[in-house]
């Protein structure tokens, strides 16, 4: 399967699977007044699919956390905006 160039998602669970996942955020834009988006690149198929299936597996208490930190930067992105 082929990698995603770029990819961007408001959803902050797949953002956060994908952090845990390795990706690195390229920059977080705000959507709306309420919502903003998280820009990756060369994500790969299989692990949009995987987490869609609910076939991956991350560490629990790490993906928590991590929703956490992203919540707070969406937060600040679009407050600052």
Known sequence: MQDLS??????LALASF????GYKILQVVKKNTRTAEFYFQNVKRE???SY?????TVEPRDFASQMRQLN?????VVRDN
């Open 6 to 11: 770029e990819f961007k998602t408001s959803d």
């Open 18 to 21: 994908l952090k845990l996942e």
């Open 47 to 49: 692990d949009l699919i």
């Open 52 to 56: 869609q299936n609910g076939s991956s």
């Open 72 to 76: 707070q930067t969406a937060r600040m």
